[in-house]
């Protein structure tokens, strides 16, 4: 397993950008499938992003696809997503999170989660 903790959220204006970072720490991280989920207020959490082992394969929810860039340093054990075009529906708490699959979409797959970080978007 690896421990996760996410930092870079903030306040922003419609339209602005934000990046996200996630610093892993553990074993074997180039091993993992990394994700990012968001939930919102009253919502479920749901899929954002993901990256597989080798940075070579990546999978976007369909309303964040060409807005959001999820990119990963095996060197430095991060992970990140590149946040564009920021609308207020993407305000949520943002997670980063990891799975030995491959390239899985499900909350249920990941097995590991960071603590989160607030994003919002103001109108």
């Known amino acids: 397993q690896v421990q996760l903790v996410e930092s870079g959220g903030g306040l922003v204006q419609a339209g602005g950008s934000l990046r996200l970072s996630c610093a892993a720490s553990?074993?074997?991280?180039?091993?993992?499938?990394m994700g990012w989920f968001r939930q919102a207020p009253g919502k479920e959490r749901e899929f954002v992003a993901a990256?597989?082992?080798?940075?070579?394969?990546?999978s976007y929810t369909d309303s964040v696809k060409g807005r959001f860039t999820i990119s990963r340093d095996n060197g430095k054990n991060m992970v990140y997503l590149q946040m564009s075009s920021l609308k207020p529906e993407d305000t949520a708490v943002y997670y980063c999170a990891s799975t030995i699959a491959t390239m899985r979409t499900a909350v249920s797959d990941f097995g590991s989660w960071g603590p989160g970080t607030q994003v919002t978007v103001s109108s």
């Open positions: 990256i597989s082992w080798s940075g070579g394969s990546t």
């Open positions: 553990g074993r074997a991280f180039s091993r993992y499938t």
